[in-house]
Structure formats: C-alpha cells, structure tokens
C-alpha cells in the first residue's frame, strides 16, 4: 500500500497559487499608483531646489584639456558647470561668498543658448535613455521694484518660458545680493573747492578717467550747508553743461530711502546726494574735469590735489530674489 | 473526516478577486498624497530665513549705505549696536536696524529674532525681536558673528568687551507663516 503522508493536496497547491498571484498583482501595481501621485512632483521639486542652490552657491567651471577655473564666463565654449556666485580669488577655485552674484557671470549666463543650459543645469528628466526637458523660468527679481526682473546692460534678466496656469510647477525663491555695477563714495569734506575761475565755495570738482563701461555713480554725503536752501545746481563736464535726465539722473538716500532731487529740490544735512552720469559721455582715453555746482553748500577743502573717481570704485550689490520654478 | 469552515477552491478564488477589486477600487477612487509639498514649503522657508540672515552678513558696507534696501549695516555691526541691558519684549523690539532688513527680505513671514552666547562660562540666550508666538510649521536658522571691542564701538554698543576678546553671537532666527 502506498504511504500517502506527507503529500501535497492539489487544493493547497492551487489555493498558494492563487494568494500568490493575486499578492504579486497588488505589489506590482499598487506602488505604481503612488508613484503616479507624487514622485513626478517631488522629483520638480529637487530639480528646481538644485538648479536654485547651484545658482546661488557655486561659481561654476570650465575646462579643456589644458586648463580649468572658475571663471567660465570668459571661457563659454568650455563651460561644464553653471554657477554664478563670486569668485573674488579665481586662483583659490573656491567661492567664500554664497548668495552673492557676479554681474558677468550673470551677463554670459543671458547669453548662453538653451541647449546647453538644460544640460549644463539638469534641467531635464532621463527616462531610459531619452532626455524629456523641462519647462523652466530663471529670473532675478528687484525686491525694490516689487519683484520686476533685474536690469542688466538694459536687459531684464528672466531665461525661459513664462510660467503655465495649467499644471503643476514647482518653485524655488532664493535670497541673493546681486553686483549691479560700480560706485564711488565721497565725504563732502574732502572734496576739494574748485580752483578755476570764478572760484565759489559751493562748487567742487572730481577727475574721471575714462573709458567707462558701466555708468558713472557718485555718492556725496556729510554737506556743509550754509544757507536755507541747500540744493544742486548744475554738472559741467570740461566746460559744457549736462542736460539733466539725458546725460544724468539724480536723487537723493535719506536714512535708506530713495528720494527724487532735481536742480531746484532741496537736501539737508542727513542726505547722500547720488548722480547717476551715462557711461558714453566717458568714451575715450581721457582724464575728464567734473564740475558739479552746488547752493547754499560749502566746501571747505582747498589744499588737495582733485579726486579721482576711478580710484574710488567700489562694487554695488542689491539684495533680489532667485527664482527657479520647473514643469513638466 | 471534519469538512465544517473549509474555504473551497471556487470560493477562495471569489474571496482573492473579491479583496482585489476592492483594494482597486478604493486606490482609484482615492487621491493619495503624500506630503511632499508640505515639506517643500518647509525647505523653501528655512531656506529664506537662512539666505536672510546671510545676505545681512555678506553686504559690503559702500552698498549698505547706497543701494535701495533698508540694510544700512551688515548682521555683525548690527549686533554690535545692540543694548545688551535692553531684552525685546512683545511688542517692542531692540534691534531695530537688523529688522529693517529682515522685514524687507522677508515680507508675508514672521519672525523672532534671539542672539544666544557664552557670557563667564555660561549660555545666555537674549530676545531681541519678537514678532509673535512661532507656529507649528516654524523654522530655525541660525548664523554665528564674531565681536570684538572696535566692532562694538564703531556701533555704540554696550558690549562691553575687553581690547583682546573675541565674543562669538549666535543670531537665532525662528520664522513662520501663518
């Protein structure tokens, strides 16, 4: 007689069978559910995080087989990485400033083809093997001018599309201080007392050497005011008068706010008196005399020789938003 | 041989595709989100405060004075202006340059603003902008400034350090949105 201990029921067999197949059939297609719901987002979201950081953090590189660095904008057919923050040391080929962006680098940036900017920022999602790019838009947003591009060298700085209303994006807004271009700060007190004829206390003059690229910006503050209507009268460059609003804008910064000032506005004591000369009046190679004429304002310095302009350039930052927002 | 509550093969296949529909039918009929955007928003805030708190830091003096942004000093001389004798209390703040800034970086967010440090081996930890109760959604960021005695006295501030001490400050800054 046959033992039949220890056999397996054909029952069993096709009930384990069953419960198999019908578990494998959930794994498999209820994980493709959830990702429907959110990894295509969340993926949006790393993209538009990294693109943002790269951005703000890194200063980028280029290479080629002899060389490499961090500054890419004067190398853009050998650029690998995108960055824009400042490299103040190109030699360290480290950045020590994050958030703080570099006008050329953000220049070159502008004028980089879309190609290699999906590329070069990973803009774009690799589905076996084939490269799908996303949606993208890049802007620097003046916090000053409710959240209206940057200008920059008269173009607003905005890359890519404007963004669909009809799908989901994903956004990223970084804090960023931006080199918008070059000033020079003067103490009212150096500022020597023109010597030429007829000499008047009020009137100083500034040498700019030129030739400029980016315009001419002057700050003056601590103005010894003489009279009760202290207020600027007139710019001469060697001998000819500026026309306001065409050669020059002025204004005026009281305790960190803007402030219009034309020829006849007045300042007081607490003002930094800024003029704002268009870099094409300084084309040629040549120490140009800056007169600039004031009322019921008194120089007091008579012994220095004339201040240079050039000499005093600083770098001008203002703070902006960085916002990298993607889609599919 | 005992055949009482036996499932039968039939009837197991009935139960299998029973539980599956059901399963399809309540995972198609449901969204499901999972709270990555939540988190997101998280990312995005602790990121602003941080930046915040960064671009205080790194703004050169020539443009504090000049550019459009109410940022007249960079995060250091603004805690070395501080009154050390004078504690923010709702609703009076006692840095009043370093909110200039921060409420203009940081528009629609709330924030509290401590300064934390070690005073004679102990941690002081000081308010000194204080803008509400932090929600449950807040966020921390934090940035270290180093004092000495001429940082403080080129700002007035009441420091009081020796000519050879450094006085390391962490700002503390805890921001939400309501």
């Given at each position: 007689?046959?033992d039949e201990?220890?056999q397996?029921?054909?029952d069993?067999?096709?009930g384990?069978?069953l ?10 297609f209820i994980p ?15 993209t538009?995080y990294r693109?943002?950081?790269i ?11 002899t ?9 853009p057919?050998?650029v690998m ?5 400042v490299?103040h040391e190109p030699e360290?080929k ?6 703080l962006?570099?006008k050329?680098k953000?220049?070159r940036f ?5 190609s290699?900017?999906?590329e070069?920022l990973?803009?774009?999602n690799n ?6 790019s ?5 802007s ?9 591009p940057?200008?920059?060298n008269?173009?607003?700085i905005t890359l890519g599309e ?7 994006t994903?956004?990223?807004?970084r804090?960023v201080?931006v080199?918008?271009?070059t ?5 009212a007190e150096?500022l020597p007392?023109?010597p030429?004829?007829?000499?008047k206390?009020s009137?100083?003059?500034?040498n700019?050497t030129?030739?400029l690229s980016?315009d ?7 103005f ?5 209507d202290?207020?600027?009268?007139k ?7 500026l026309s306001?609003?065409?050669d020059y804008?002025?204004?005026?910064i ?5 402030l219009p000032?034309?020829?006849t506005g ?6 930094t008196?800024v003029f ?11 120490t140009?005399?800056l007169?600039i004429?004031f009322k019921d304002v008194?120089f007091t ?5 004339f201040m240079d302009y ?5 770098v001008?930052?203002?703070?902006a938003?960085?916002?990298?927002e993607?889609w599919n | 041989?005992?055949d ?18 059901t399963?399809?039918?309540i ?6 989100v999972t ?11 602790k990121q602003?405060?941080?930046?915040a708190?960064?671009?205080?830091d790194?703004?050169?003096k ?10 007249l ?8 202006s ?6 923010a209390?709702y609703p ?5 340059n370093?909110?200039?800034?921060l409420s ?7 924030y509290n603003?401590d300064l934390a440090?070690v005073e004679?081996?102990?941690i ?6 204080i ?5 449950k959604s807040?966020?921390v960021?934090?940035h270290?400034?180093t004092l000495t005695n001429?940082t403080?006295?080129d700002?007035?501030g ?5 000519d050879d001490?450094?006085?390391v ?7 939400w949105k309501?």
């Open positions: 007689m046959i201990k220890g397996i029921a054909v069993f067999l096709l384990i069978s419960f198999l197949i019908a578990l494998i059939f959930i794994v498999q493709s559910l959830f990702l429907s719901g959110s990894a295509g987002e969340s993926s949006l979201d790393y538009a693109t943002a950081a951005l703000a953090e890194d200063t980028g590189w280029w290479g080629n087989s060389s490499s660095g961090t500054a890419w904008e004067a190398h057919d050998n990485r995108i960055g824009l923050a490299d360290s480290l950045t020590n400033t994050p958030n962006l570099s050329d953000i220049e502008m004028m980089l083809n879309e290699d900017i999906i070069k990973g803009l774009y589905v076996d093997g084939a490269h799908f996303y949606g993208y838009n890049i620097i947003l003046q916090i000053s001018q409710n959240n209206t940057l200008i920059l008269n173009t607003p404007a963004t669909p209303h009809d799908r989901e994903s956004k990223i807004t804090i201080l080199e918008t271009g000033i020079a700060y003067f103490d150096e007392i023109d030429n004829p007829p000499v206390k009137k100083t003059i500034l700019v030129g030739p980016d001419v910006k002057l700050y003056i503050d601590n010894d005011i003489t009279g009760t202290p207020s600027f009268n710019l001469v460059l060697d001998g000819t008068n306001e609003n065409i804008t002025t204004y005026k009281v305790n960190g706010t803007v000032l034309n020829s007045n300042f007081d004591n607490n003002s008196v704002s000369l268009k870099s094409g009046l300084f084309n040629n190679f040549h140009y005399q007169e004429e008194q310095n008579t012994a220095s020789p050039t000499q005093e350039l600083e001008l930052c203002e703070p938003y960085l916002t990298v993607v | 041989m005992n009482k509550a036996q499932l039968h093969t039939l009837e197991g296949l009935a139960a299998a595709v029973l539980m599956t529909m399963v399809l039918m995972t198609n009929s449901t969204m499901m709270p990555q955007n939540e988190m997101a928003i998280d990312v995005q805030l602003m405060a941080s930046d708190l960064t671009v205080i790194i703004v050169p020539s443009s504090a004075q000049s550019n459009n942004a109410p940022i000093h960079n995060l250091t001389a603004c805690v070395a501080w009154d050390v004798t004078e504690e209390t009076v703040n006692t840095l009043d370093l909110e200039d800034g203009y970086l940081l528009p629609n967010v709330l603003v440090y004679n081996g102990n002081t930890q000081k308010k000194v902008i803008k509400g109760s932090p929600g807040a966020v960021a934090r270290f400034v001429q403080v006295s700002m007035n009441t420091w009081n350090l020796d001490e450094l006085r400050v962490e700002v503390r800054l805890t921001a309501v």
